[in-house]
């Protein structure tokens, strides 16, 4: 069945520094996802791909729909605290285009030190 | 700012015993989503609604959970009876449309002693 791979499992870093992660998939997604869950609370949608090749920004986040459409990337400039918390990546299930049915990655957990 | 609702935030059981949680998702979203994060992993879809009809309920372990959406508006996902691998967080998402961004409620966490 199909499977989201992200690594790394987990991150320590110094504020200041730049951050990069990325999610594998089994299977073609037509959609990627990144999802930020702080600790207590329900995750939140960060950034949305939907074309291969596609590099899209918010704030200090970037994210790229990977081009053989199997994988996808996180990028987090100048961290700071705040930028703590589990990073998800996500795609519709079931080769869908329906972004709310998700497989979700097991995440990336980050963690800043100021 | 408009945010799905959850409730209770944290119960713990015994196992056998019968728990329910609720979900008011943001007003005017007419697909509802629950689903199951267990620690350490990504959520796991349970099952989707639309207004208050079951869209897909193939992930969700029908011998023991039940979601209903009576009035297309709030829902209540339950689990009679509960065993020990059911202690999870349990989120409850809502979205305008089928195909429309996801907005996850804080979720309630189940212990199962």
């Known amino acids: 069945g199909q499977q989201l791979n992200q690594s790394p499992q987990s991150m320590f870093i110094q504020e200041g520094e730049d951050v990069s992660m990325n999610c594998t998939s089994s299977s073609i997604f037509n959609t990627w996802l990144w999802y930020k869950q702080d600790p207590g609370e329900g995750p939140v949608l960060l950034i949305a791909l939907y074309k291969a090749g596609e590099l899209t920004s918010n704030g200090r986040l970037t994210a790229q729909f990977g081009i053989t459409r199997k994988d996808s990337f996180l990028n987090i400039s100048a961290s700071i605290p705040s930028d703590v918390g589990i990073y998800f990546c996500a795609g519709p299930l079931d080769g869908s285009s329906n972004t709310g049915k998700l497989i979700f990655g097991q995440g990336t957990t980050l963690q800043v030190k100021p | 700012e408009a945010e799905v609702a959850q409730s209770p935030r944290y119960k713990i059981t015994e196992k056998s015993q019968a728990v329910a949680f609720w979900c008011d998702p943001i007003?005017?979203?007419?697909?509802l989503y629950w689903y199951r994060q267990i620690l350490g992993q990504g959520p796991e879809l349970l099952v989707q609604f639309q207004d208050e009809s079951v869209v897909d309920d193939s992930q969700l372990p029908k011998d023991r959970f039940s979601a209903e959406r009576l009035k297309g508006v709030d829902s209540t996902l339950k689990i009679q009876p509960a065993e020990l691998g059911d202690s999870a967080m349990y989120l409850c998402?809502?979205?305008?449309?089928?195909?429309?961004?996801?907005?996850f409620g804080e979720g309630s966490r189940l212990t199962v002693l």
């Open positions: 007003s005017g979203h007419a697909t």
């Open positions: 998402a809502s979205s305008l449309r089928e195909f429309g961004e996801l907005f």
